[in-house]
T-cell receptor
Framework: RKEVEQDPGPFNVPEGATVAFNCTYS??????FFWYRQDCRKEPKLLMS???SGNEDGRFTAQLNRASQYISLLIRDSKLSDSATYLC??????????????FGGGTRVLVKP | GAVVSQHPSWVICKSGTSVKIECRSL??????MFWYRQFPKQSLMLMAT?????????EQGVEKDKFLINHASLTLSTLTVTSAHPEDSSFYIC???????????FGPGTRLTVT
């Protein structure tokens, strides 16, 4: 089982619609979780950190479910510019791992007019 | 977040030559820098972790003598791909992390093509 798993998609989303997708992680001791966005042939950019209580940033809402070991990202009122690959990133918090982050394979979202 | 630059943004070189990629943290004291590689349609793969002033820690399967990393200051790390081969063609991305958080900020990447 991969440490961080994501549905690769693509999720085809009509403009203005809501889309949500999950990411599961295998290490129950993980403490830090992030969503990054990566555009084609560009570097990942931090979208938001995910906190235990869940958090919202504009049209984006992230949730953490520790019991089931998944995090989710919901995008409301999708814009064409939201088309990207969304990377789920986890800090496994294993001493031997140091400060390394573990990346999921990404979920591709395509917002269409 | 931190502003990170990489140079060059793209490079084409002949097989057998060496290529040096610079990663600079412009406004951030980067105690730790990371080097990743990303092949087309794949996710980022960590190559090595470097802490300022000490030797880099390489991931399993990454040859330290082939991918030389120098982290001489809190704002600069370099990755040298020695004796590059076509299979080394990839997107190389650095990231920086400060001492106070787990968030990483990425440079714009360097696209290496070895012919």
């Amino acid at each position: 089982r991969k440490e961080v798993e994501q549905d690769p998609g693509p999720f085809n989303v009509p403009e203005g619609a809501t889309v949500a997708f999950n990411c599961t992680y295998s290490n129950s001791a993980s403490q830090s979780f992030f969503w990054y966005r990566q555009d084609c042939r560009k570097e990942p950019k931090l979208l938001m950190s995910v906190y235990s209580s869940g958090n919202e940033d504009g049209r984006f809402t992230a949730q953490l479910n520790r019991a089931s070991q998944y995090i989710s990202l919901l995008i409301r009122d999708s814009k064409l510019s939201d088309s990207a690959t969304y990377l789920c990133v986890v800090n496994p918090m294993i001493k031997a791992a140091g400060n390394k982050l573990t990346f999921g394979g990404g979920t591709r979202v395509l917002v269409k007019p | 977040g931190a502003v990170v630059s990489q140079h060059p943004s793209w490079v084409i070189c002949k097989s057998g030559t060496s290529v040096k990629i610079e990663c600079r943290s412009l406004d951030f004291q980067a105690t730790t820098m990371f080097w990743y590689r990303q092949f087309p349609k794949q996710s980022l793969m960590l190559m090595a972790t470097s802490n300022e002033g000490s030797k880099a820690t390489y991931e399993q399967g990454v040859e330290k003598d082939k991918f030389l990393i120098n982290h001489a200051s809190l704002t600069l790390s370099t990755l040298t791909v020695t004796s590059a081969h076509p299979e080394d063609s990839s997107f190389y991305i650095c990231s920086v992390k400060g001492a106070a958080s787990y968030e990483q900020y990425f440079g714009p990447g360097t696209r290496l093509t070895v012919t």
